[in-house]
C-alpha cells in the first residue's frame, strides 16, 4: 500500500542507517595522546603506525629439535654425519665445518653454511668414537628453517595508526621491542542514570522497596560497557527528575568529558527533562528511530564555558527500557566510541557483518521498525527465539547471545534464512 497515510501527529522514524550515518558525520576522532605501558594497551587505539626497526625472527634459525646440515651433503637414506657442534635457542653457533651436522634445537639460530635441518625423529645417533647420527630421510634445502624476517622486514608498518589493538597486537608490538606505546587519550565519558522510580542494588534491600522503585539496572551495564571500550568513565549516579537537577549535572559534566552519556528521560512525557535541558545548555535532536527495542534516542551537544562555540560537549541520551538501552548501546554508541577514539571509518563496521542462519522460530506479525531479536544459536545449527521480547525484559540479553537483525514489515517462518550478529562481535 502506498497512498497518503493518514495524519497520526506522530514525526516519522529514521531509519536506523541514516541514524548512524548522521551521528558518525557530526563526530571527529579525538586528537590528543600519550605513551603506555605495551602491557596496558589493550582496546586502545594506535596514535602513530609502528614501524619496524629490526627484522623478525632476526635470523634464520630452526624450527626444529634435529641436527643442521648442508642438504648437498646428504645423498643416500642412512648417510651418517658426524655432530660437529651443538647450537641450543640464545646461542650462535659456529660456521658448520663441511661433512658434518650440528645438532640443534627449536629456535637456536641456523650456523653459517648450513640450509636444512633433519627432525630428531628422522634420526639415529650412532654410538662409538665418534658422535654421530644416520640421517634417515633425504633432507631438502630449506626444510625446517625459518627464515630471518619472515614475519616482519625491517621498515614495515607492523601496526597502523587508528588499528584498535588485541592481545595478539601487544605481543607483535613486543616482537618489534616496543616496551611503550603512542595511543590516542580515553574518551572521557559521564554517565547518569535519570528516574525517580530507580534505587541503587545495595541501598535498599529488596523486601524494603517502595512501590513503583525499580533497581538501576542500566548503570551496570552501561558503565561495564563503556570500561570494555576503553571510556575512563565518570559515574554521576541517579540524577532525579528535575530540570534543575538535570542542568546542574550536564552542565558540571561537560567541561571534564568528551561525552556525556544518559539513559532514561528522552521521551516527551512531562518527566522526562532530558530534552529541554539539554537544548538550554546547547542543542539537542530526539530522533525516533525505526528500530525495536530503542526508538526514541537524542545526540546533542552541551556547551563548554571554556571551549570555543562549537566544541561542546558530545551528549547521547539513551532510552530508559534497559533492553533498548542496552541494544541502542551496542548499534549506535559503539560506533560512535570507535570513531570518536581514533579508528578510521574503513578499519570498523558500525554493524558487525551478519551470519545467515535458520530460523528455528517464527514470527508471525510483522513490525512496522526493524527489529532485533534476542536469539541463541542451538545445537542444530539454528537460531531460537527468546520467547518474551518485551524491551524491559533484560533476561532475554542474558540467554541470548545474539540479534537476529529483521527487517521492518518482515514475518519468518520456521527455516528461514535470518541475519544473526552475535554479542561477541559488538562486545568485542
Ligand atoms: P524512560 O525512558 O525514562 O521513560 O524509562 C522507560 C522505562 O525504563 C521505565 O519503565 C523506567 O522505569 C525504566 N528505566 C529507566 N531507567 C532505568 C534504569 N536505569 N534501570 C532500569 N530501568 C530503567
Ligand atoms: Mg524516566
Redesign the pocket.
Same mark, same amino acid.
Given at each position: 500500500m502506498t497512498a497518503s497515510s493518514p495524519p497520526t501527529g506522530r514525526a516519522p522514524l529514521m531509519s536506523l542507517a541514516d541514524a548512524m550515518t548522521d551521528l558518525l558525520g557530526r563526530i571527529d576522532a579525538l586528537t590528543a595522546t600519550e605513551t603506555v605501558d605495551t602491557f596496558e594497551a589493550d582496546r586502545r587505539v594506535l596514535a602513530q603506525d609502528l614501524v619496524s626497526a629490526l627484522q623478525v625472527p632476526p635470523n634464520d634459525n630452526s624450527s626444529m629439535d634435529g641436527y643442521a646440515l648442508r642438504a648437498a651433503d646428504v645423498t643416500e637414506v642412512g648417510q651418517v654425519l658426524r655432530v660437529s657442534q651443538r647450537i641450543a635457542a640464545g646461542h650462535a653457533g659456529e660456521p658448520l665445518e663441511a661433512g658434518t651436522c650440528a645438532r640443534i634445537f627449536t629456535g637456536a639460530p641456523m650456523p653459517e653454511g648450513a640450509d636444512a635441518v633433519v627432525m630428531q625423529e628422522d634420526t639415529v645417533e650412532v654410538g662409538g668414537d665418534i658422535h654421530g647420527v644416520h640421517i634417515q630421510a633425504l633432507p631438502k634445502a630449506g626444510q625446517w628453517v625459518r627464515r630471518a624476517g619472515e614475519d616482519v622486514t625491517r621498515g614495515a608498518v607492523v601496526l597502523a595508526r587508528g588499528e584498535r589493538l588485541s592481545p595478539a597486537g601487544l605481543g607483535l608490538a613486543a616482537s618489534l621491542g616496543l616496551a611503550r606505546l603512542p595511543v590516542f587519550a580515553r574518551v572521557r565519558v559521564a554517565l547518569f542514570?535519570? %528516574?525517580d522510580?530507580?534505587v541503587m542494588p545495595g541501598e535498599v534491600a529488596p523486601e524494603a522497596m517502595k512501590p513503583g522503585a525499580?533497581?538501576?539496572?542500566?548503570?551496570f551495564f552501561l558503565r561495564t560497557l563503556l570500561e570494555r571500550m576503553g571510556c575512563v568513565v565518570s559515574d554521576l549516579g541517579i540524577v532525579p527528575d528535575s530540570r534543575a537537577a538535570t542542568l546542574a549535572a550536564l552542565q558540571g559534566a561537560a567541561e571534564q568529558h568528551d561525552l556525556i552519556l544518559t539513559?532514561? %528521560?528522552?521521551?516527551v %512525557?512531562e518527566?522526562?527533562h532530558i530534552k529541554p535541558s539539554v537544548q538550554q545548555l546547547g542543542s539537542l535532536d530526539l530522533w525516533q528511530i525505526g528500530m525495536k527495542p530503542g526508538k526514541?534516542f537524542a545526540y546533542g551537544t552541551v556547551r563548554r564555558t571554556t571551549a570555543p562555540a562549537g566544541q561542546g560537549c558530545h551528549f547521547i541520551g539513551l532510552?530508559?527500557?534497559?533492553v533498548s538501552?542496552f541494544v541502542t548501546f551496542l548499534l549506535l554508541v559503539r560506533p560512535f566510541l570507535l570513531k570518536l577514539q581514533g579508528v578510521p571509518a574503513d578499519r570498523f563496521e558500525a554493524l558487525p557483518t551478519a551470519l545467515t542462519l535458520p530460523a528455528h522460530f517464527t514470527v508471525a506479525k510483522a513490525d512496522k521498525r526493524r527489529e532485533f531479536l534476542r536469539v541463541r544459536r542451538n545445537a542444530a545449527g539454528g537460531l531460537d527465539l527468546f520467547p518474551n521480547q518485551s524491551s524491559?525484559v533484560l533476561t532475554s540479553t542474558v540467554w541470548a547471545d545474539g540479534l537476529v537483525d529483521n527487517p521492518a514489515g518482515t514475518t519468518i517462518a520456521h527455516g528461514d534464512p535470518v541475519s544473526y550478529i552475535s554479542f561477541a562481535e559488538l562486545l568485542a
Amino acid at each position: 500500500m502506498t497512498a497518503s497515510s493518514p495524519p497520526t501527529g506522530r514525526a516519522p522514524l529514521m531509519s536506523l542507517a541514516d541514524a548512524m550515518t548522521d551521528l558518525l558525520g557530526r563526530i571527529d576522532a579525538l586528537t590528543a595522546t600519550e605513551t603506555v605501558d605495551t602491557f596496558e594497551a589493550d582496546r586502545r587505539v594506535l596514535a602513530q603506525d609502528l614501524v619496524s626497526a629490526l627484522q623478525v625472527p632476526p635470523n634464520d634459525n630452526s624450527s626444529m629439535d634435529g641436527y643442521a646440515l648442508r642438504a648437498a651433503d646428504v645423498t643416500e637414506v642412512g648417510q651418517v654425519l658426524r655432530v660437529s657442534q651443538r647450537i641450543a635457542a640464545g646461542h650462535a653457533g659456529e660456521p658448520l665445518e663441511a661433512g658434518t651436522c650440528a645438532r640443534i634445537f627449536t629456535g637456536a639460530p641456523m650456523p653459517e653454511g648450513a640450509d636444512a635441518v633433519v627432525m630428531q625423529e628422522d634420526t639415529v645417533e650412532v654410538g662409538g668414537d665418534i658422535h654421530g647420527v644416520h640421517i634417515q630421510a633425504l633432507p631438502k634445502a630449506g626444510q625446517w628453517v625459518r627464515r630471518a624476517g619472515e614475519d616482519v622486514t625491517r621498515g614495515a608498518v607492523v601496526l597502523a595508526r587508528g588499528e584498535r589493538l588485541s592481545p595478539a597486537g601487544l605481543g607483535l608490538a613486543a616482537s618489534l621491542g616496543l616496551a611503550r606505546l603512542p595511543v590516542f587519550a580515553r574518551v572521557r565519558v559521564a554517565l547518569f542514570s535519570t %528516574g525517580d522510580e530507580l534505587v541503587m542494588p545495595g541501598e535498599v534491600a529488596p523486601e524494603a522497596m517502595k512501590p513503583g522503585a525499580i533497581y538501576n539496572s542500566n548503570r551496570f551495564f552501561l558503565r561495564t560497557l563503556l570500561e570494555r571500550m576503553g571510556c575512563v568513565v565518570s559515574d554521576l549516579g541517579i540524577v532525579p527528575d528535575s530540570r534543575a537537577a538535570t542542568l546542574a549535572a550536564l552542565q558540571g559534566a561537560a567541561e571534564q568529558h568528551d561525552l556525556i552519556l544518559t539513559s532514561g %528521560g528522552v521521551s516527551v %512525557g512531562e518527566e522526562d527533562h532530558i530534552k529541554p535541558s539539554v537544548q538550554q545548555l546547547g542543542s539537542l535532536d530526539l530522533w525516533q528511530i525505526g528500530m525495536k527495542p530503542g526508538k526514541p534516542f537524542a545526540y546533542g551537544t552541551v556547551r563548554r564555558t571554556t571551549a570555543p562555540a562549537g566544541q561542546g560537549c558530545h551528549f547521547i541520551g539513551l532510552p530508559g527500557n534497559p533492553v533498548s538501552s542496552f541494544v541502542t548501546f551496542l548499534l549506535l554508541v559503539r560506533p560512535f566510541l570507535l570513531k570518536l577514539q581514533g579508528v578510521p571509518a574503513d578499519r570498523f563496521e558500525a554493524l558487525p557483518t551478519a551470519l545467515t542462519l535458520p530460523a528455528h522460530f517464527t514470527v508471525a506479525k510483522a513490525d512496522k521498525r526493524r527489529e532485533f531479536l534476542r536469539v541463541r544459536r542451538n545445537a542444530a545449527g539454528g537460531l531460537d527465539l527468546f520467547p518474551n521480547q518485551s524491551s524491559g525484559v533484560l533476561t532475554s540479553t542474558v540467554w541470548a547471545d545474539g540479534l537476529v537483525d529483521n527487517p521492518a514489515g518482515t514475518t519468518i517462518a520456521h527455516g528461514d534464512p535470518v541475519s544473526y550478529i552475535s554479542f561477541a562481535e559488538l562486545l568485542a
